[in-house]
């Protein structure tokens, strides 16, 4: 099983700032098969990034992911109020599809 | 407008079953990759399993903790994915998810249900 490892646990940061959040797994991630979900309190999750890189539809361009391998990010540019959520990285090269444990994305 | 409707949780007893609908509206369901994912209450997300579209082999594929005990189906005739699941215990307590994903072109889409509640107590 492969597991993630996200990093920090809790970023705090302000509106405008950049945040960038790692998710390691324990072994490579084939065909970089990496998404990344955003959650909001008494939500659903939602897709932002798939295939490491590829934006979801309708996700705003200052969300990117990047990585290959054993190391992924996901970077936001510019914090705008609506982002601070939980973050959460999953693999889904090889089963168990599992996901990492969250990064709590908080206003500083 | 796609939309995923999760039903059938409840409050069960240790040992117990359950079966949970999640209905789909809004796309081809017999086109998509049909997932369950769970959250324990305060507790970060769980993969429980999937289950292919037919003509990618309709095979279904378990997390561990469940495998043997629940069971993943699908009824693409009236566009509903299920989760059978038996043997339930109190580590099972959680917020059931569905999600579907689909391509489009070079595109991939996936929709979320809102949830079903599973308490497993005595």
């Known amino acids: 099983e492969i597991v993630l490892t996200q990093s920090p646990g809790t970023l705090s940061l302000s509106p405008g700032e950049r945040a960038t959040l790692s998710c390691r797994a324990s072994q490579s991630v084939s065909s970089s098969s990496l998404a990344w979900y955003q959650q909001k309190p008494g939500q659903a999750p939602r897709l932002l990034i798939y295939?490491?890189?590829s934006r979801a539809t309708g996700i705003p361009d200052r969300f990117s992911g990047s990585g290959s391998g054993t190391d992924f990010t996901l970077t936001i540019s510019r914090l705008e109020p609506e982002d601070f959520a939980v973050y959460y990285c999953?693999?889904?090269?090889?089963?168990?599809?599992?996901f990492g444990q969250g990064t709590n994305l908080e206003i500083k | 407008e796609v939309q995923l409707v999760e039903s059938g949780g409840g409050l069960v007893k240790p040992g117990g079953s359950l079966r949970l609908s999640c209905a789909a509206s809004g796309f081809t369901f017999s086109n998509a990759w049909m997932t369950w994912v769970r959250q324990a209450p305060g507790k970060g997300l769980e993969w429980v399993g999937h289950?292919?579209?037919?003509?990618?082999?309709?095979?279904?594929d378990y997390a561990a903790p469940v495998k043997g005990r629940f069971t993943i189906s699908r009824d693409d005739s009236k566009n509903t994915l299920y989760l059978q699941m038996n043997s339930l215990n109190t580590e099972d307590t959680a917020l059931y998810y569905c999600f579907g994903g689909w391509v489009v072109g070079t595109t991939y889409f996936q929709h979320w249900g809102q949830g079903t509640l599973v308490t497993v107590s005595s």
């Open positions: 289950i292919k579209y037919k003509t990618d082999g309709g095979t279904t």
């Open positions: 999953q693999q889904y090269g090889s089963s168990p599809y599992t």
């Open positions: 295939a490491a890189s």
